[in-house]
């Protein structure tokens, strides 16, 4: 008993003390530089400023938030889209089937995302396996490539992101009751609205978890519009990054980093509110369902 009790203390304390150093401790850090200026010999001096916000309002800077949100929205919608269709057809396979299916799935988390955006490139260059499937398909003339486009980088987004949406999909329609669909089309529902009006309420928490899982990691990646977008694309986080490493204003990405933790703190208390608004809801329905 003894021993159980020290094991668990040991593994919170081991586990908080490693929280602390190398994740309470940077960010604090951040905020810490975030309001000092820059020093070109030793990266920042100890002067209390705003400026380095003040400075993220410029248009430039705001033109690169717009980009960011629009192209994880994008990524989000397309995984979604992709996600769905597959998520249920996992959910409602059979049971043979579907270890194989989440596989398919799983697979992807097997190699490295920073291997899997290079091995991108293979396939959206000019003479790449896209280009040459089209050619032979007789869709177009002459060699194309996707490469440095928005659609290279929105592909290279959703093949990275993909998993994180049909996993909590399939969690979520997996614990559909199957038997209320078939009410509804014994009622005389058509099946636009059997989905629209009992499949997709039921399993909106999966719709934003998956949405969550996707749009947060795309907002702040950066290595996937470099490597596939090239200088044409710049978002968050690669102007973070180009402010720590290339400029050397270690203010001003101290700054915008804090920024963009803040609206990821938002958009997940956001999340949450739904979650719980969307349980109290179903319990209103339980108990609805009893007293009748």
């Known amino acids: 008993m003894m021993g159980s009790k020290f094991f668990r203390r040991f593994s919170i304390t081991a586990v908080a003390?490693?929280?602390?150093?190398?994740a309470l401790v940077p960010h604090l850090m951040l905020v810490g530089a975030s309001f000092l200026t820059r020093d070109p010999g030793s990266f920042v001096a100890p002067r209390l400023t705003l400026d380095n916000f003040i400075r993220l309002f410029d248009?430039?800077?705001?033109?690169?938030?717009?980009?960011?949100?629009?192209?994880?929205g994008i990524t989000t919608a397309f995984c979604l889209l992709m996600g769905y269709p597959f998520a249920f057809l996992l959910?409602?396979?059979?049971?043979?089937?579907?270890?194989?299916?989440?596989?398919?799935?799983i697979i992807p988390f097997w190699t490295n995302s920073l291997i899997r955006t290079y091995a991108m490139i293979i396939i959206l260059k000019s003479n790449g396996v896209l280009s040459k499937?089209?050619?032979?398909?007789?869709?177009?003339?002459?060699?194309?490539?996707l490469m440095y486009s928005e659609i290279a980088v929105v592909a290279g987004f959703a093949y990275t992101s993909l998993p994180f949406m049909?996993?909590?999909?399939?969690?979520?329609?997996e614990k559909l009751d199957m038997?209320?669909?078939?009410?509804a089309r014994d009622l005389g529902a058509s099946?636009?609205?059997?989905?629209?009006?009992?499949?997709?309420?039921?399993?909106?928490?999966?719709?934003?978890?998956?949405c969550m899982l996707v749009f947060l990691p795309a907002l702040g990646c950066f290595y996937v519009p470099e490597i596939l977008?090239?200088?044409?694309?710049?978002?968050?986080?690669s102007f973070i990054k180009n402010q720590f490493l290339v400029a050397r204003d270690w203010p001003l990405g101290s700054a915008a980093s804090i920024v963009m933790t803040l609206i990821l703190v938002v958009l997940i208390l956001l999340y949450y509110m739904a979650k719980k608004r969307s349980a109290t809801h179903h319990k209103d329905d339980e108990l609805y369902g009893e007293g009748m």
């Open 59 to 72: 248009p430039m800077f705001v033109r690169i938030f717009l980009e960011s949100f629009r192209l994880a």
């Open 91 to 105: 959910a409602t396979a059979r049971e043979h089937l579907r270890p194989w299916l989440l596989l398919l799935v």
């Open 17 to 22: 003390l490693w929280l602390g150093l190398f």
């Open 191 to 210: 099946t636009r609205q059997t989905f629209f009006s009992v499949t997709l309420p039921l399993t909106m928490p999966g719709i934003v978890a998956g």
């Open 179 to 183: 038997r209320l669909l078939d009410a």
């Open 133 to 145: 499937v089209l050619m032979a398909a007789g869709l177009i003339d002459a060699p194309i490539s």
């Open 166 to 173: 049909i996993l909590p999909l399939f969690a979520s329609i």
């Open 229 to 237: 977008g090239g200088s044409k694309t710049l978002v968050m986080g």
